[in-house]
Every structure is written in C-alpha cells, then in structure tokens.
C-alpha cells in the first residue's frame, strides 16, 4: 500500500501536507487526566469496536494498534512520519491508535483527548483531509455520544481546542523565507489571524529542513469551514511570497542559487557521516533545486519521504536493530548516497 | 609534447617534484642591479647563441622567449607552471627565456641572475633534475664564462646564493601534516639543517592546497652533492612522518577520512562558483584520497596539474581572454565538475 507520503510528485509543490485534527471526548468516560486504567481499556475497546464492527469498506482499511506494546523505536518512527504525537511515546497508561493503511488518517485513543482523528493528504488537499476526518467522525458517532454542549461545542481536556475541536494546518516547505529571515515577521504577523506557526514536530520543535507548520489556534466562535478558509488564504500569501522570492532570487543571484544547491546535493551524494540537522538543511536546499528547475535529479523518493526515512526511529527500524548516535550519522550517510 | 607535470601517475607520490635552479653570472658583463640596458641585451644574445647555436638535440628543443612582449596573463601562466618567477612578471628592463618543450628545464636571462637555469623532474628524481641542470650548465658554459672565484665558488647578485649557486627543492604535498598542525614544528626545525620550507609559490607565499616547497638555505661551504644528499635525507623523514600520520588517522578515524575526502569530491564535482583558495583545499583532500586509496576516482588530469590549471593566469590562457574575479569562479568551477 503506497503512503500518502510516497507521492512522487511532491517536489514540485511548496505545500507538502494538508493536515486535519479533531478531538473528540466520549460523554460517558471522564477526561483522560482522570480517567482510571480499566475505563481507558474499556473506551479504547468501545471505539475500536465502533470502527471495526462496521462491515464497510472504510472500516477495513484500519488497523489496529495497541501503542503500550511497541518499541521506542518504533513508535518514534510513528512520531517521524506524523501518525502519533509526541505525548503519546512515554504514556504509561492504555492508549492505542486505528491507522488506516496508507497512513493517511490515523486514530488515536486516549491522548490528551480521548479520541484524536487525524486526516493528513499530500500537497495542497486540506478540503480532502477535512472530508475524510469529517467521514470518520460520523462513522464513530454513529456507534458513542461525543461530550458536546450546544453553547460550547466539542468538550476538550485543554479549553484551546473546545468548540470545532479542529486544527487545520498545512505543512510548508520555506527555504528562501528562512535564508532571507522573512519567515520571522511572517510567523509574528500570523497570531493576528489566530493562526500559528510552527517546526517540523510540532510544538516547540525546531524548523528541520526550512519546514514550517501553520495551525489555526483558535477553535471557538468560527465553523469548520471558516477556520479553513482563512488558513487557506492566509497560506496562498505565504506560498506566493515564497515563490516570488525564489523566482527573484534565482534571477538576480543565479550562479550563487545553482552554486548552493549543487553543493548540497554533491554533499548528501558523497558524504559518509551525517547528522540529522545537515542532512535536512541539504536536503532542503536539494528540495528547493527541484522546485524551481535547477536540479534536474530524480531521487528515489520525493525528499520529504527521505527527510522522514533519515529520523532517528525510522533510521533504526529500516536496519533492524538499534543505533548509537555515531552509528545513525553512517547509516544516514549510506542511506543519502544511495537514495539522491 | 606532454610537459612534466601531465604524468599520469603523479598523484601516487608525496613528492610532487624534484627542482634544482642554478645561479650564474657571466665575468664580462655587471651584475643585473648594474647592468645597462645594452648590455641586458647583448647578454641575451650571448646566451642564446650559446645555446641555441649548438646543433645538438638537446639545443633544438629550447624555444626562446622575449619575456617582455608576453601579456601579464601569458606571464602569470608562466609563472604558475614555475617556469618563471614573480620578478620577472613586471620587469621592464629585457629579460627572456629560453625553455625546454616538456617545459623541464628552462633558462631566465637577466632575472636576479644573469641565468637561472632550472631544472624540473615529476615526483621523487632530484638526481636526473640534477644531472640535467647540469648538462645545460655546462653547454652554455662551453661558449661563456662565468663568474667564478676560486675560493669562494661561482658569484652570484645576492651572497645567499654565492658558491654552488644551487638550489635544489622538493615540492611535497603534507595534507595530513597540515591538518594536524605538525607542519610548523617541522618548518622551524628544518632551518637547523640549512633547509628552509616555503608555499606553492616560493618565498612569501601561502601554503595553498598543503604543498609545500623544502630547499637548502645553504650554497657555500658545501659541495653540489651534498647538499643534495641532506636534502633527500631530510626529505625522506618528512615523507615517513605524513605516510605515518595518514595511515593512523586513516585507520583509528577511517569515517571521518572518508567523509572529509568524499564531501570535498563531491563539492568539487558539483559547485557552480568556487575561490581558487577553497579549490586548491578541497584539491588536496582528492589527492590525499587518491594517494591513500580511499578515492578510486581518475580525474582527467593529475590533480598537481589541475591546481595550475586553475590558478588565475592558467584559467584565463584556457578561456582565451580576461576574466574578472567571480568569471574566474565561475570558469574554475565549470572546468573543476568536468575534470574531477
């Protein structure tokens, strides 16, 4: 089964993913801060059941996860390639995710709601992500009541996602934005807007590889479709900005442009040692040679899927065993020479 | 005719090449700070005719060049190949050479000197340099005479040179010497055996690409052949402290050799503007990786001579015009990706 991320194509666009996510809290079960081991076993069975009872052709595609049995490893590289959070890693308590095959909408149980339904498509698709989270939303209420109040909306365990209990967001490659320091004035002028900006991870986390999230924060007081209407203007404006200065740059500066692309490249095709932060710092430059012509190269997968495969968890299980820190920068070398 | 430095197998060896220069004056006419510009001429034709008059083979494969009708880049050319030196390049007063076809031997007239006959042999053959320095010398003094004092030897402009009028040098590539920093340690111990270790370029110049040039300090009081012999002794150590130090490193750090190897390849092969400094750095990691197997590449042309072809003079011959500074990067880096 191809993953979302397998798309070859997604070089050539600036928005890499479209992502949804909705949380969801059972009426009947208190929120998870409270919520005793044998009531989380019982609303994961309870949800799990809810899809999985269903003899549709929707129902079918998932899979199920019980998330206390994995390895670090492995669930690191469930963080890498956005199924899970970070929160979810080092819970102690029940917690399980429903993962639809191509990895395209996963469901958790028991984070910090008890439900987050997650939709993510390739490129430029939040429409498509909202309609295939909006479908799995219905299909599970269809068999528990959600705690809902007709004044407030959707009841969440942290009131910043009570209402819609939507966060729409698109995942940006911004590599002149960042080289030229616009994305800071960019990133201020976005809480005006309600909406956010954010690394690679997530919260906190730090700009890998010139990607950048943008979120909306607020949840409350707008529908599911104006919230991603805004995002989605406020995001045309980036991309063109993006663009504009890429097409400027590679104008007026065409040599220095080609110059720091092809070096890049010429690095990740002959390096034998590489950290995680130069391999995406590189890639990203490589990333922004595809996207504007430059680099005539076909790698073997499109560079965010390397970007994902060259993470510390994802590294380790495609060797089958774990890696020290040292041993990863070789792996990670051997893997980038083969793959540009 | 394929000159000295294109052969093939030079990049093997930590001896780049094996030079002897010769000074001489001729009795008859004032030393060069002194002579008149008459003169200058007059001594000119005398020393063609001394060798260019005699029907010998080796007489017919001199060319001579009237050095002040070249053009600047002709001369910088000239002078990156060493087959001139920097006086030479903006003398205004006549002053030529007379060159050998495989460029090995060449003769200036009216340098410091009144001659210079020097004598240029690829890798470690200091006695064949040697033996055809002398060869020359003895040609042209067939049909001169030269200043010459019984006590104290043949008599030269600067006392420095007074005796032997001999220099003899090795021109060794020390890139792990270098990059441990044990070069310095070895260059002040050397003035304790009369050598001095010097840049690409001789006296004054930078260490560009780690080579260096080790020559005696020391012409009287010693016969030719001595000073030969403790030039190759200490050469010798030298050579066995980088053969040492690079097999070490090689094995006890064989990743980072690696990485620091291919990353320069891989640089070169791509880069679209490059510094003629940076190229002659990442010039001298392939060479250490050709000579220490790591790299099994085959570059068009040994990497010695693709240094000098690279130098501004060379680069500007080669595009058959002038170029300024970033044209210049542009060109090394156009040339760098074809011959790497």
Known sequence: MTKWYEEKDLDKQTVISSRIRLARNLKKYPFSAAISEEKSKQLIEEVKNAIKNERTFLSEMFEYTELNNLSYEDKTAMLENHIISADLINKKSPCAALIQNDESVSILLNEEDHLRIQS???????????????????????????????????????????????????????????????????????????????????????????????????TLGKSEEEIIDSLKNLTAQIIEQEKSITEQYKKYHKLEFEDMIFRSYGILKNCKLISSKEAMQLLSDVRLGINSDVLKTSPKANIYNIMMNIQSGNLQKRCGKTLNESERDIQRAQYLNDVI
């Not at 900006?197 to 730090?206: A, C, H, P």
Request: glycine share 10%; charged share 20%.
């Open 120 to 218: 993510i498509c390739a490129g430029y698709n939040i429409d498509k992500a909202w309609q295939n989270a909006d479908k799995i939303d219905d299909l599970i209420e269809e068999s528990v009541e959600y705690a809902f109040d007709k004044n407030y909306g959707y009841l969440t365990a942290c009131p910043t996602n009570t209402g819609t209990g939507l966060r729409a967001s698109f995942m940006l490659h911004l590599p002149m934005l960042e080289k030229t320091g616009r994305i800071r004035s960019i990133s201020q002028s976005l809480s005006k807007f309600g909406m956010t900006m954010r690394g690679l991870y997530g919260e906190g986390s730090e700009p890998l590889g010139s990607i950048y999230q943008i979120s909306n924060q607020i």
